[in-house]
């Protein structure tokens, strides 16, 4: 009875990988294809999902203000300066905290909001998915993460802020972003010239 | 963590090269990163200040191991890390000018959070003075170093590997010729970000003369260099590794037969199993008795009695080649007629069931000491004090027919190996089970002083007999569980009232033994009645049909599903709507388990009712034509068995070990419009 045999090694890798929370990613969101809804609250307790922003754009922006990698745009002003072109171009910004309450990121709203104050940042909104579902439906990997939504709703762009994956921020003068092209691709009503790439930084903490 | 710079010789030469290391010591818990981290990550970086003419090459990468944060998974090391650079020196360098070099280095480094780091090393090199363009020795102090460094390198390079859309996910064939056969677990890292996700499982399998490797797709599966490395772990835990550049192209067809466990391997298991079905209950008591009535009764000195012993070995041992033989054509020729030969197959016929249900009862009562069935057995097996050597062929036939039940759990491999093999290989490997079953008697008879290395006899081995009844009667109530899923509470009645029936038999039988001869006859005629009873009721069970699902039945996975038939395939098919096709049979525990992991998501559940999804079940707990027939489309001869249609487009063959996230996905990427670049 192969099966006996097999079943019981079946058993213990499904046991094995359920432990190690292997093998539960979630399926990755589609460029061109709508982007995944969510319903998570902001740092005012208001609740956010995407069917309610019918006809605006979005950008989403993973992040954790601990990790060096968003320290980087932080500290240098390049992702404040981002989100006020954004939201001046009539997108809505939503900065999106996945960190599971306990892990390392994790904030209060209130906390949420001095960062917020104190780094000069300007999202629209920052959303508090402590149970970390919104960003699995995003397939969200590191902070930061960036998606952009167009106004049908639909996924143009993910993945890194720009082509230099470093923490160092002399490297932020030289590259490309990613986000920013992207938003002159849509403003010219073309399709994004580079949709996926690689996000950079560390991992969200789920 | 700590990191530095060293030269493997302390003197270079002109026109040569040289082995740097960067060596990071990695406090425990911490990570640095393979040169594709992973899902996060940074791989360290090194910026080179070195004179005119002197070139650093790239820095090696050890062997990487995979790191799961949560969901997602990177590609790291820990502890310690050497990557390996050559350094080369122009020829024309000034002899005695030492060669001043400066690394810049740049690395991350993550526990659950992430430290980017910095150092900057200077390493002075001198070149030899006056000793001509000859290299300075190996410092002895770095040499075993540099030794135990290059052992994390990969061990060659693969060419000839194949990557292409399987289904839902990617394949990967990698031409086996440069492996070895005996592959224990493989993993394959990708090379760059994007080609799959990293965090997915990897399930394997040898074919012939390839390895394959189901992967996901990553969000730049088409794009991204299908290349990386590729590490096998054989039987003896060796690490092997390999850099892989795949061809992006079809995939060979593949043949519908896997090889879990190679040849040589087989073979050892098989022999293996043959030892140790002799400590099996149910062959145990028979080599015993026959062991001691060999050595009492055949331990007569001179060539004499050594050569009756020696024609006893022989003769048991060919007793059981015999039998294993005949199961073997026995087998084969199911092979050869078509016939589903799935193992578990001769579960789907309730009586069978019941029967072996009632065997493994009375083999329990029997080990528990509520009945003694060892004496008739042996007078079966005209066993009786060494009569001759037709009685130890008839053993040894014996032996093996009451060890075939009890085969199960230690041949299942190499039995499974075998119905897949030619048959001159399939008879090979049987024989080598069933001499393996032989070997200890036979040793027995040939060196009789062997027998004083047998555990002597005491109470211990009463204590381990009655222990042993025990997995007999769960194997038992086990059957009875599958004989419910087959016909209902009816035949669960049947059954349990079968076994009353032979419990009640045995009984009487062990009372009456010893009476008088008239009262014997009664005891001996209420103990067939009874026993006749009981064949019947099993018998009866195969009259009963399965409870069945109604249609549109929300089944324990909490999704609603009808039962499977061509027909309905058919029409849904025609009428373009999606199917998930799901063959299951309540014996097949992998089935259960994929039911429970995969299919009971509250996700999985709401992605059917959005795309539309027919969700068919076909039940094999019972015979079914019609499934056996879809199963052989499909190249298998037993579940699980999961096929996706989508609305327009091939249907897709999902791995027999499903996950949510294969089931999602193959349902998303038919979804209508996601016809998206990497659809």
């Not at chain 1, 002399?170 to 010239?193: K, Q």
């Not at chain 2, 990163?33 to 970086?45: I, L, V």
């Not at chain 2, 969901?71 to 820990?78: F, H, K």
């Not at chain 2, 069970?541 to 499977?564: F, K």
Request: with cysteine; charged share 15%; aromatic share 8%.
């Amino acid at each position: 009875m192969k099966h006996a045999f097999r079943n019981t090694l079946v058993v213990g890798v499904v046991a094995l990988a359920a432990t190690l929370g292997f093998g539960v990613a979630v399926a990755a969101p589609k460029i061109d294809a709508p982007a995944p809804d969510f319903s998570v609250v902001d740092t005012a307790g208001e609740t956010w999902t995407l069917g309610g922003l019918v006809g605006k754009k979005v950008i989403l922006e993973w992040t954790n203000h601990d990790c060096p990698f968003v320290v980087k745009h932080y500290a240098s002003g390049n992702m404040q300066a981002l989100q006020k072109e954004a939201t001046e171009a009539g997108y809505v910004w939503l900065s999106v905290i996945s960190s599971a309450s306990g892990k390392q990121g994790h904030v209060s709203p209130a906390e949420a909001d001095d960062l917020t104050d104190s780094r000069g940042a300007a999202p629209t909104a920052v959303l508090l998915d402590t149970s970390g579902a919104m960003g699995r439906a995003y397939d969200a990997k590191t902070t930061p993460h960036m998606y952009v939504i167009d106004s049908e709703g639909n996924l143009v762009y993910m993945g890194g802020i720009d082509d230099k994956p470093t923490s160092n921020q002399a490297d932020i003068a030289g590259a490309s972003n990613y986000v920013r092209l992207a938003m002159a691709d849509l403003a010219a009503g073309n399709p994004v010239t580079t949709p996926v790439t690689r996000p950079y930084g560390c991992s969200v903490k789920y | 963590m700590t990191a530095r710079l060293v030269a493997e010789r302390s003197e270079i030469a002109p026109g040569e090269t040289v082995d740097l290391a960067l060596v990071f010591e990695i406090r425990p818990g911490w990570h640095t990163y393979w040169r594709n981290p992973g899902d996060s990550g940074d791989p360290p970086r090194v910026e080179w200040t070195l004179p005119e003419g002197v070139e650093a090459g790239p820095l090696s990468w050890p062997r990487p191991e995979v790191i799961p944060v949560g969901p997602l998974a990177n590609y790291g090391y820990s502890e310690r890390v050497v990557h390996l650079i050559a350094l080369s020196v122009p020829a024309d360098w000034p002899i005695g000018e030492p060669v001043r070099i400066r690394a810049d280095a740049d690395w991350l480094v993550c526990e659950e959070h992430c430290i980017p780091e910095s150092g900057r090393f200077d390493l002075t090199l001198p070149t030899g003075a006056g000793a001509g363009a000859r290299p300075g020795p190996i410092d002895p102090a770095q040499a075993e170093f540099f030794a135990a460094a290059r052992v994390g390198l990969p061990n060659g390079r693969i060419e000839g590997a194949a990557l292409g859309v399987a289904g839902a996910g990617l394949g990967l064939v990698i031409p086996l010729d440069e492996l070895s056969e005996e592959i224990d677990g493989a993993w394959f890292f990708a090379g760059e970000w994007g080609l799959i996700e990293h965090a997915a499982e990897q399930p394997w399998r040898l074919l012939d003369g390839h390895l394959r490797i189901d992967l996901l797709p990553g969000a730049l599966s088409d794009q991204a260099a299908p290349d990386g490395l590729l590490v096998v772990a054989d039987a003896l835990g060796e690490v092997r590794s390999y850099e892989v550049a795949a061809v992006r192209g079809p995939l060979p067809e593949e043949v519908a037969r896997d090889r879990p466990i190679g040849l040589p391997l087989a073979f050892a298991f098989a022999l293996l199993g043959g030892l140790i079905l002799n400590l099996m209950p149910c062959v145990f008591p028979i080599l015993a008795m026959k062991a001691l009535s060999l050595v009492n009764g055949l331990s007569g000195q001179g060539p004499e009695a050594a050569r009756e012993r020696v024609l006893h070995g022989v003769a048991y041992t060919t007793g059981v080649l015999l039998f294993f033989a005949g199961l073997a054509v026995l087998l084969l020729a199911l092979r050869a007629g078509g016939a589903a030969v799935g193992w578990g197959f001769q579960l789907q016929y309730p009586p069978f069931v019941v029967f072996m249900a009632y065997v493994f009862f009375v083999i329990g009562l029997s080990l528990s000491g509520a009945v003694t069935l060892g004496a008739r057995l042996m007078s079966l097996g005209g066993a009786r004090t060494g009569s001759g050597t037709a009685g130890a062929f008839g053993t040894g036939a014996l032996a093996a027919l009451v060890a075939a039940p009890c085969t199960a759990p230690f041949m299942g491999a190499a039995l499974g190996y075998a119905v897949t093999l030619s048959w001159p290989l399939a008879l090979a490997i049987m024989l080598t089970l069933g001499f393996g079953l032989a070997l200890p008697f036979l040793l027995l008879s040939l060196v009789p002083q062997l027998a004083r290395l047998l555990p002597k006899p005491g109470a211990w081995m009463e204590t381990l007999k009655q222990a042993l009844a025990f997995p007999m009667f769960a194997a038992a109530a086990w059957l009875v569980w599958v004989l419910s899923v087959q016909t209902g509470s009816a035949g669960v009645a049947l059954v349990l009232g079968g076994l009353v029936l032979l419990a009640f038999a045995l009984w009487l039988r062990e009372r009456t033994r010893g009476l008088p001869s008239v009262r014997r006859r009664w005891g001996l005629a209420g103990t067939s009645a009874a026993l006749i009873c009981a064949l019947y009721l099993g018998v009866a069970t195969d009259r009963l049909t399965a409870p069945t699902l109604s249609e549109g039945e929300v089944s324990a996975s909490g999704l609603a599903s009808e039962p499977y038939s061509p027909e309905r395939l058919a029409a849904a098919i025609d009428a373009r709507r999606p199917v998930f096709v799901n063959m299951t049979a309540a014996w097949c525990i992998t089935c259960l388990v994929n039911e429970r992991v995969a299919l009971s998501a509250s996700d999985v559940a709401r992605s059917f009712t959005d795309a539309g999804v027919l969700y068919l079940k076909g039940d094999w707990t019972n015979r079914d034509p019609a499934i056996t027939a879809y199963l052989a489309d499909h190249g298998r001869n037993g579940v699980p068995l999961y096929v996706f249609y989508p609305a327009d487009g091939d249907p897709q063959v999902l791995p027999q070990i499903l996950t949510e996230d294969m089931v999602l996905r193959a349902i998303r990427t038919s979804a209508p419009g996601s016809s998206g670049r990497d659809g």
